[in-house]
């Protein structure tokens, strides 16, 4: 089964300019090989901020609107992701506990069946 790992944004992924230290860029590098040496990504990757976005809004029948980023709700942004190769929803629940930290006061990570 695959999965879909999302890692919520946070106000301090939503800065401008804002780069992980390179402490928390080893750690989730280690993470990643790890992942990657158990055959479990299919796809790994950190987004730019919504600043860098868009959003296209449908509304009934009128022309879709393009709303330009920076987006104000931050917790319902995505910072970065993954598609994993998991067992089951368990097994990659269990694999993302042990997951570094996304943000050190309070991360959160969403995971998805993917449909097949």
Known sequence: MR???MVKASPESEAAGYQPGAAELAEMSKFNERLLNEGRIVLAEGLTSSAEGVRVVFDGDVE???IDGPFAETKELVAGF???NGESLE???ELM???PNPEERGGVIEIRTISE
Do not use: E, N, T
């Open 91 to 93: 097994d990659v629940v």
């Open 97 to 99: 506990r042990q997951a």
């Open 64 to 66: 879709p609107k393009v």
């Open 3 to 5: 999965f879909l790992v």
């Open 82 to 84: 993954w598609v994993l």
